[in-house]
């Protein structure tokens, strides 16, 4: 199984001061940052294979992993960094489709281990993460699903969608090799229809309502995780996931 990491953005929303600004899977929390949290529980789990997508500041990524003392994973860079992540996807197209399963998660989370379990438990699958207690409002993407089959993967829902589970998404999800392939080719389809400036979620979107490939949902709603995205967020983590994250066993470091 391989996991590819999407670390390429600017983090605008945090709001760093100029001239201070750095990746935000470098953010630390208990002196560990995100992307070591990320590799550590990988490993733990037994993903033996990880691709990291990169854009901005990608040395220091780097020297931060050496200086943890990590193996540098295998990297993939976005030049244009400042468009969307489905032109980080495409940068990592070659990892998507040289076979087996695939995990394609959001380098910005702050998260429980037993959320990746759930992700890479039994043999081949597709595989969202849903969370039903969820903050209502524009921000989070909503997974909605009718008789366990998803209707929708998107911030704003159209009026009059049926649906009987909606939660949000955390930003993981597991392909099978040929879905993962079929995935590459939508988000081509993105690349040379002039939408690089797209979130990658959309082309995700598209593919789960294709139904060509099915889904099933792994509900994780109670475990503690925070996507971080505007300085708000970064206080939480700190204050409200990092200590039930510390009483769990596992990684932790």
Same mark, same amino acid.
């Given at each position: 199984?391989? /996991?590819?990491?999407?670390?390429?953005?600017?983090?605008?929303?945090?709001?760093?001061?100029?001239?201070? %600004?750095?990746?935000?899977?470098?953010?630390?929390?208990?002196?560990?940052?995100?992307?070591?949290?990320?590799?550590?529980?990988?490993? /733990?789990?037994?993903?033996?294979?990880?691709?990291?997508?990169?854009?901005?500041?990608? !040395?220091?990524? !780097?020297?931060?992993? #050496? %200086?943890?003392?990590? #193996?540098?994973?295998?990297?993939? +860079?976005?030049?244009?960094?400042?468009?969307?992540?489905?032109?980080?996807?495409?940068?990592?197209?070659?990892?998507?489709?040289?076979?087996?399963?695939?995990?394609?998660?959001?380098?910005?989370?702050?998260?429980?281990?037993?959320?990746?379990?759930?992700?890479?438990?039994?043999?081949?699958?597709?595989? +969202?993460?849903?969370?039903?207690?969820?903050?209502?409002?524009? !921000?989070?993407? #909503?997974?909605?699903? #009718?008789?366990?089959?998803?209707? *929708?993967?998107?911030?704003?829902?159209?009026?009059?969608? =049926?649906?009987?589970?909606?939660? *949000?998404? &955390?930003?993981?999800?597991?392909?099978?090799?040929?879905?993962? =392939?079929?995935?590459?080719?939508?988000?081509?389809?993105?690349?040379?229809?002039?939408? /690089?400036?797209?979130?990658? *979620? =959309?082309?995700?979107?598209?593919?789960? +309502?294709?139904?060509?490939?099915?889904?099933?949902?792994?509900? &994780?709603?109670?475990?503690?995780?925070?996507?971080?995205?505007?300085?708000?967020?970064?206080?939480?983590?700190? =204050?409200?996931?990092?200590?039930? +994250?510390?009483?769990?066993?596992?990684?932790?470091?």
């Amino acid at each position: 199984m391989r /996991a590819i990491i999407l670390a390429a953005g600017l983090g605008l929303r945090l709001q760093q001061p100029p001239g201070e %600004q750095f990746p935000k899977c470098l953010l630390r929390f208990d002196g560990v940052t995100l992307l070591e949290r990320h590799l550590s529980m990988l490993e /733990a789990a037994g993903v033996d294979e990880v691709v990291l997508a990169l854009g901005f500041q990608p !040395e220091r990524v !780097e020297a931060e992993l #050496k %200086q943890a003392g990590r #193996k540098v994973p295998e990297i993939r +860079l976005n030049p244009r960094f400042d468009l969307g992540s489905v032109l980080t996807v495409h940068t990592v197209a070659d990892a998507l489709t040289r076979g087996g399963d695939v995990l394609l998660m959001d380098a910005d989370v702050l998260y429980d281990e037993r959320m990746l379990a759930a992700l890479v438990a039994g043999d081949h699958a597709n595989r +969202l993460l849903i969370d039903r207690d969820y903050e209502a409002g524009d !921000e989070p993407v #909503k997974l909605c699903l #009718k008789n366990g089959v998803p209707v *929708e993967l998107r911030k704003q829902l159209a009026v009059g969608l =049926e649906y009987d589970t909606i939660g *949000e998404s &955390v930003g993981f999800f597991r392909f099978t090799q040929a879905t993962a =392939e079929r995935f590459a080719q939508i988000v081509a389809g993105y690349i040379d229809s002039g939408r /690089a400036n797209m979130p990658h *979620e =959309e082309a995700v979107r598209d593919l789960l +309502l294709e139904r060509t490939h099915a889904f099933d949902t792994a509900d &994780v709603t109670g475990l503690p995780w925070i996507e971080i995205d505007f300085p708000n967020d970064v206080a939480r983590a700190s =204050e409200e996931v990092l200590p039930q +994250l510390q009483r769990t066993a596992g990684v932790t470091r």
